[in-house]
């Protein structure tokens, strides 16, 4: 029997804390195929970036405890010594970060900083590490790569500072690669220029790709599948075709609506959800959502409140974590919350 | 990169004048400054003749324009003509000249300014020399132990040690040394200021140790744990994720990636340390009795010199700002991002 390519299994990261512990993901799992892309979705906080970091073994050293299975391409990341799961990370795993003016080392050359990335995994000298890095730098479309090789990162506009850190992440034809918010603080037309780049990139490398982001426009974009992230936990997992037009948890229906759309008429307010999600320590027993939840109304007796509901299939395949039995459709909500 | 050293030079001389304005103006505002380089056992005749070595009669706009010419080209002493052509003829020996850049003349050390600083300044500088490497060594050194052991007990008994020394005074440090390591345990031989052509290297940091320890000391502790939070800063920074990330191993991260930004504040706080030390570190000198200008200036005030106390602030002075220019210009070369500004 073949095990998916990556397959995450029962994965909690918890950081234990003078306050008690902090459960940022708890009970996360999802698989992954080669040349495909998973969407993660979620507020600020929800785990999002925690759960990929574990991939990596970026907690390893900190004292956070992750416990769970991390199947890729055969083994479990979880169980490798740290040497090995560092000769792992960067080559057959790379992460690209959020914000690389300050994911960039201010006083390095973004080309050393490049090839380091590949030194570290090839017995290869300095100058061929140059010519790769160059060739990396032309492939993620800066112009002039030969020259702006040797500038630093302040030298360079948000965009193209991106790409420096996609070249970083792909100089070693990474596998697997985790994109953490990548366009998040970058202009919108810059948005669209890298998520193309790093769609054709995947294409070409046949790379599995995790875009973690709160933006579920980028998801329709790009994502096969989508799983959506609440307080640590997953609510909602499958095709992104099915998610986007059957949402069957009020929070992904909550996501959906309160994106912004310039087609719709000034005159209907968007729909953002009310209030904030939950502190992770101390978590109440049932469904997180349930304090900002419209639909918990029509959950009979307290169950919302006392019970986690199950991460459980529906009719077209995909998993959803709430106690409502119907399309969402079928509810009567009244209108609260717009501002 | 040239004209930001230029740029940084020039800011530099500006503020040296300025501050020399505002030393000279502080300094004649307290009333006749005749009547205090006088002394206590002052007689009229006395008064006169040190008003007319000094030129105190003078409007202070043309002391302070003879000052600042004695700075550039040198002047002679007794500054009143008169007097001076008078004291050639009967007795030349009395008139002096005080070659550029020149700080003054004392009359009560019968020498100009510039060579009692000569005089006084090898011993500080050589204090301020060996304590300088002590501390930044072992500071740094203490310091990252620290922060890479953050939490660990290595940790918490550095930090606890750290913030025991840094309570303890200077004074209580130098006395207990000298009582203890130098007189009663007799470790190291009492100590004496021996200069580098009498007793040679050997004999020269041997003489040093125990006052530059006394110095070390403080600011070693102070460095131990002011290296350990920017360490701890740089280390909690995303570069070092990206780093950790790329594959490097963690002693790549730590000492490639962490300390090169942690380390780079420090640049400027030891420069200006070491620029304040080298105006005497009056305490530990008085403590062990060496010829430094923290002495040379504790006695320059007791007898209300007030010359050497005017050169030994605008050296004072002129070290903090040189070593801001080389901080500057040194930071150029460490941090790549200063260069654009």
Known sequence: MSRPFLSVANLAVHFPTSDGLVRATDGLSYTLERGKTLGIVGESGSGKSVSSSAILGLHRGTNAQVSGEIWFDGTDLLSLSDEDMRRRRGKDVAMIFQDPLSALHPYYRVGDQISEAYLAHNQVSKRVARARTIEMLDRVGIPQPDRRVDDYPHQFSGGMRQRVMIAMALINDPILLIADEPTTALDVTVQAQILDLLQELQREFNTALIMITHDLGVIAEIADDVLVMYAGRAVEYGATRDLMTQPAMPYTWGLIQSIPDVTRSVDLPLRPIPGNPPSLLNQPPGCAFFARCEYAQFVPGDRCATTLPDLLPLSDGHLKRCHLDHDLASYAVVETGAI | MIAYAIRRILVGIVLLLSMVLVV????????????????????????????????????????????????????????????????????????????????????????????????????????AVFAFIFWIFFGVF???????????????????????????????????????????????????????????????????TLPALTLAL???????????????????????????????????????????????????????????????????????????????????????DLPVLIGLVIVAGAAVIIMNILVDILYAFVDPRVRLR
Request: hydrophobic letters at 50%; a positive charge; one cysteine or more.
């Open chain 2, 218 to 304: 403080f600011y070693m502790a102070a460095y131990v744990r002011i290296t350990r939070a920017f360490v701890l800063e740089s280390l909690s920074e995303d570069y070092i994720r990206t780093a950790r990330a790329k594959g490097l191993t963690e002693r790549v991260v730590l000492f490639k990636h962490g300390l090169r930004a942690a380390l780079t504040p420090l640049l400027s706080m030891a420069g200006l340390d070491f620029a304040a030390l080298l105006a005497g570190a009056v305490i530990t000198e008085s403590v062990f009795n060496y010829q430094g200008l923290g002495l040379l200036a504790v006695i320059a005030n007791q007898n209300s």
């Open chain 2, 142 to 208: 203490f310091g990252v132990l620290a922060a890479v052991f953050k939490g660990k007990w290595l940790d918490r008994i550095l930090v606890g040690v750290t913030l025991v020394v840094y309570a303890l005074p200077t004074f209580f440090v130098g006395t207990f040394l000298l009582q203890y390591v130098a007189i009663k345990w007799q470790l190291v031989p009492y100590p004496t200021y021996v200069s580098i052509a009498d007793g040679g290297v050997g004999g020269w940091l041997v003489g040093l």
């Open chain 2, 24 to 127: 000279f103006v502080l300094f004649f505002a307290s009333g006749n400054p005749a009547k205090s380089v006088c002394g206590k056992f002052c007689t009229p005749e006395k008064l006169t003749q040190v008003t007319k070595v000094y030129g105190y009669d003078q409007p202070i706009t043309t002391q302070f324009g003879e000052f600042i010419q004695g700075l550039a080209v040198g002047r002679d002493y007794p500054v009143n003509d008169a007097y001076r052509a008078a004291l050639e003829k009967s007795n030349p020996d009395l008139v002096i000249h005080c070659a550029a850049p020149c700080l003054g003349y004392s009359q009560h050390d019968a020498a100009t300014v510039n060579a009692d600083i000569a005089k006084y300044a090898p011993v500080t500088i050589s204090i």
